[in-house]
């Protein structure tokens, strides 16, 4: 099987400072996979994008209000060829990072048909949003995302049909749950 | 026809454009081909020409270091907006087919 | 400034063509700054012969011909004197108006794990949209064998994504 790995190149950058950490378990799962998506962009990268993208184009310059005042984006997607290359039990360390203190899970949907189990967090801080997690796990896939910084739920809406992104809607008060 | 898979496979094998100064620095090289015969005149300047020549010579020389700088920042620019384009749509992808497992879920209630 | 057929300035041509070329290269090594570099290559050819070019439609296939010719080259060069590997890198910038943007990138990793000429054959048809018998005279193949290749190429790819996505439910 071949493993083809994609790793962000930006090593002469300072190592991110990803507010939630990866389990050992969850980073050793790169070795398994298939193909693996790695984003890591801490602030000073968010930044070096941002000049890049277009005041004049409206979708580029939508994303560099998102992108302003983020410390971080963070990306981690694995594909594996077979199921069972992770336990749902591999998920626990993470999980139990976002039982913290400003977590709060808005959204987890579980289907026994699919295998998928996904779940959505948002963290608030001074009245406001600061961090959105996502984990999505399939039995082929498993995708970790987490953004770090001021965030509005609306700000992602209103990327959605634009710049190639899907239309979402997010608008959900922190401790609801489906 | 196309099937849904070929039809997915026309989505991934879009069109791209290249970088925004790609245009002006093809038409640069080109430009440069053109004079490339001139060039050998130089070698039958007069002595105090020469002189001049190469002090242009050097401002070119810095000039285009100083460029190579900027294309590498550029490069390295257009790639960070590459991998933060893909990050939001891997984010907005996954966010979108949780809204849509959820409304799934509620229109069978 | 020179004029190619039909007084089409230079500048216009590079204009008009240069997201195809780009993409050709880009789809085939998978390496933006490689792309550009190819592609620079190619117009600059196209400059010295534009006189021998007769239309605007052989310039559009000259220039897919000669893209692919040099993406060719390069890889065999390469592979007699590796550097670094095609896969270093960001994944290039991609602009996807639709679709999951990993399942795009799935499938061109799939395309590009193929060997030059299929891997040609696939970009011609799904990013040009040429039938089979213009990706034969592009590439300067039979036409019988450029419909050989869509065809295992096709199944071959649909054999892996099913794999890959699982059984259907």
């Known amino acids: 099987m071949k493993n083809s790995i994609l790793i962000a190149c930006f090593a002469m ?39 890049f993208l277009s005041d004049k184009d409206p979708d580029e310059a939508r994303v560099k209000k998102l992108v302003a005042g983020l410390k971080g ?41 699919s295998g998928d189990n996904a779940e959505v967090y948002l963290k608030s801080e001074n009245g406001g949003f600061s961090g959105l997690a996502i984990i999505s796990a399939e039995p082929r896939e498993l995708t970790i995302v987490q953004i770090i910084g001021p965030l509005q739920p609306e700000d992602l809406r209103d990327l959605g049909g634009r710049w190639g992104i899907p239309k979402i809607d997010l608008g959900r008060k922190p401790g609801k749950e489906d | 026809m196309m099937d849904d898979f070929e039809k997915q496979l026309k989505d991934a094998f879009q069109r791209q454009d290249p970088s925004a100064d790609f245009e002006s620095r093809v038409l640069a090289a080109a430009s440069r081909e053109k004079q490339k015969p001139r060039r050998w005149l130089a070698l039958w300047m007069p002595g105090h020409l020469r002189w001049a020549a190469a002090l242009a010579m050097s401002l070119v020389l810095v000039a285009v270091v100083v460029r190579q700088r900027e294309v590498h920042e550029r490069a390295a620019g257009e790639a960070a907006k590459a991998r933060l384009e893909l990050a939001l749509k891997i984010t907005s992808t996954k966010l979108k087919k949780i809204q849509d497992q959820v409304n799934a879920g509620r229109q069978d209630e | 400034m020179e004029r190619g057929p039909g007084s089409k300035a230079f500048a216009e041509l590079v204009r008009e063509h240069q997201s195809m070329v ?46 692919s010719n040099r993406c060719v080259d390069y890889v065999r060069k390469r592979q007699r004197r590796p550097e670094t590997g095609l896969d270093d890198g960001p994944e290039p910038r991609s602009v996807e108006a639709a679709g999951d943007p990993l399942l795009n990138r799935k499938l061109r990793a799939l395309v590009q794990s193929l060997p030059e000429k299929p891997r040609l054959v696939m970009i011609l048809r799904y990013q040009e949209d040429l039938m089979p018998d213009e990706i034969a005279r592009t590439l300067d193949m039979p036409v019988r064998t450029v419909k050989s290749i869509l065809h295992r190429s096709l199944a071959m790819l649909r054999e892996k994504m099913e794999r890959s996505m699982g059984d259907p439910r």
Not at chain 1, 28 to 42: C, Q
Request: some cysteine.
């Open chain 1, 13 to 51: 950058l300072p190592l991110a400072a990803q507010e939630l950490k990866l389990p050992p378990n969850i980073e050793k799962l790169a070795a398994k996979a298939e193909e693996v998506v790695d984003v890591t962009m801490d602030g000073a990268l968010l930044q070096l994008a941002a000049r």
């Open chain 3, 22 to 67: 780009f993409s050709i290269a880009c789809h085939f090594l998978r390496d933006r700054s490689l792309a550009e570099e190819i592609a620079q290559d190619v117009f600059l050819q196209l400059y010295r012969n534009l006189e021998s070019l007769e239309s605007e439609a052989h310039i559009a296939c000259w220039l897919r011909r000669v893209t």
């Open chain 1, 73 to 113: 984006i963070y990306v981690k997607s694995f594909e594996f060829e077979n199921k069972g290359e992770y336990q749902d039990s591999d998920l626990e360390p993470l999980r139990a990072q976002l039982h913290s203190p400003g977590w709060s899970r808005i959204v987890g949907v579980r289907s026994k048909k």
